[in-house]
């Protein structure tokens, strides 16, 4: 069993690219994601801009995803603590500081591994949200 997590507002080419790539390492994927309430906390009062059922519905419906779980907490510590995984996927942004992911811990003490997957490159909801913005004030 596979398990990432994220805030996945706007669903875009990386996101399926890395959800694809923890998909193969498993015979389930789990993507837990952020409440409306939690990402408002980690990225602010002007975020999501999609709700919580709506990401979860669009991540839901992709082939490589078995099941989403939304969460309210500002990490995924609870989650993974009820799942137990055998692979916790993170990004390939968090390659040399393994240390500061905050699930790292239980995900070992439960007997599964954190597994980097590396992210594609120029993709982003913040950017792509900046562009969105320069596009439509030109």
């Given at each position: 069993m596979v398990t990432t997590n994220g805030v996945f507002d706007i669903l875009h080419l990386g996101h399926i690219t890395y959800l694809q790539k923890a998909r193969e390492l498993g015979d389930v994927l789990i993507v837990g994601v952020n409440s409306?309430?939690?990402?408002?906390?980690?990225?602010g009062p002007k975020r999501p801009l999609n709700d919580e059922l709506s990401r979860a519905a669009c991540l839901a419906s992709l082939e490589c995803v078995d099941y989403v779980v939304v969460?309210?907490?500002d990490d995924p510590i609870n989650l993974l603590s009820d799942i137990k995984p055998h692979i916790h996927v993170k990004g390939g942004d968090?390659?040399?500081k393994e240390d500061s992911i905050v699930?790292?811990?239980l995900v070992e003490r439960?007997?599964?591994k954190i597994v980097l997957v590396e992210v594609v490159k120029g993709y982003s909801t913040s950017s792509l949200i900046r562009k969105?913005?320069?596009v439509f004030r030109e």
């Open positions: 409306d309430a939690s990402v408002k906390r980690i990225k969460f309210n907490e968090y390659k040399g699930e790292k811990g439960n007997g599964g969105i913005i320069r």
